[in-house]
């Protein structure tokens, strides 16, 4: 059975730094592209970021360039978001995600990321 | 950027009638030479993740129900549920993934009525 089980979320003030963990099992995880996805409460989905099975190429949301960072490692089976220089409107429940080419087939539970004073 | 807009934001409908949500993208999400459409569908339940309904505009993903259909291709796309079961109460979000930033429909709320 796929797992995906995210970790690191809490609450930070503005300007704050949280590093968010992803840990798979279940699959063949160097072998797919991975994804974060966030939602604000209340609010709808924002893809955030991905990276692919390797770890040589990745992408990010405007929003979040150059203040976040995605990476993984293929040994540990997990992935990981470095979020810095967070801001109010980073609040949201963040979500890892599978991508294997077709959308998103497999989603953790997410992690709540609060960023207030 | 690809922008993705469902309609409409909440729709009532009742137990075994037939429910529609439709989602437009500004722009074509076809991939010409592969013949598809890069468009998914997710039901996303009060403190759940979402879950995959259908990818390729129409593939329904495996375990789901077969009164969820999607049709529709270009820039207009359509999720059917046939007939209506209590279960099926959720928030709808279309997906393109044809381009980065990938980008989701605002979303459309679904109750009985």
């Known amino acids: 059975e796929v797992q995906l089980v995210e970790s690191g979320g809490g609450l930070v003030q503005p300007g704050g730094s949280l590093r968010l963990s992803c840990a798979a099992s279940?699959?063949?995880?160097?072998?797919?592209?991975m994804h974060w996805v966030r939602q604000a409460p209340g609010k709808g989905l924002v893809w955030v970021s991905r990276m692919n099975s390797d770890g040589s190429s990745t992408t990010y949301a405007d929003s979040v360039k150059g203040r976040f960072t995605i990476s993984r490692d293929n040994a540990k089976n997990t992935l990981y978001l470095q979020m810095n220089s967070l801001r109010v409107e980073d609040t949201a429940v963040y979500y890892c995600?599978?991508?294997?080419?077709?959308?998103?087939?497999?989603w953790g539970q997410g992690t709540l990321v609060t960023v207030s004073s | 950027d690809i922008v993705m807009t469902q309609s409409p934001d909440s729709l009532a409908v009742s137990l075994g009638e037939r429910a529609t949500i439709n989602c437009k993208s500004s722009q074509s999400v076809l991939y010409s030479s592969k013949n598809k459409n890069y468009l998914a569908w997710y039901q996303q339940k009060p403190g759940q993740p979402p879950k995959l309904l259908i990818y390729w505009a129409s593939t329904r993903e495996f375990g789901v129900p077969d009164r969820f259909s999607g049709s529709g291709s270009g820039t207009d796309f359509t999720l059917t549920i046939s007939s209506l079961q209590a279960e099926d109460v959720a928030v709808y979000y279309c997906?393109?993934?044809?381009?980065?930033?990938?980008?989701f429909g605002q979303g459309t709320k679904l109750e009985i009525k």
């Open positions: 995600a599978r991508g294997p080419g077709w959308g998103f087939d497999n």
């Open positions: 997906h393109q993934y044809y381009s980065t930033p990938y980008s």
């Open positions: 279940g699959f063949t995880f160097s072998s797919y592209w």
